[in-house]
């Protein structure tokens, strides 16, 4: 291996991680501050920052984790379930800001 694809790769490492990071803290309940100081240090902090944000488990769960198996056919219908939540919650929030324009 030559040195520019372990660089890539360490990059493409960093990166990945700090977007874990943040896909993680998406799901918790923080006031805006905290999530500023948690993002921030998630991105400033390449390597470490990740594990750090997850390990500590800042505020608490937007939706309460269900006590089911990950890929049991009742977890995966649940998650499908909460997945079509959010999206449909979402549509309609972009709509009426659509309309509210108009």
């Not at 790769?9 to 948690?38: P, T």
């Amino acid at each position: 291996m030559t040195t520019s694809i372990l660089r890539g790769l360490l990059i493409a490492d960093i990166v990945l991680m700090a977007l874990l990071a943040l896909l993680y803290l998406g799901q918790r309940r923080l006031e805006w501050r905290h999530y500023c100081f948690w993002g921030i240090l998630a991105l400033l902090v390449p390597i470490l920052g990740p594990f750090l944000v997850i390990h500590n488990r800042p505020g608490r769960w937007r939706i309460p984790p269900v006590n089911v198996p990950p890929f049991s056919r009742q977890g995966l219908r649940i998650l499908s379930g909460r997945i079509y939540a959010n999206v449909d919650a979402g549509c309609r929030r972009l709509a009426k800001q659509y309309l509210e324009r108009e």
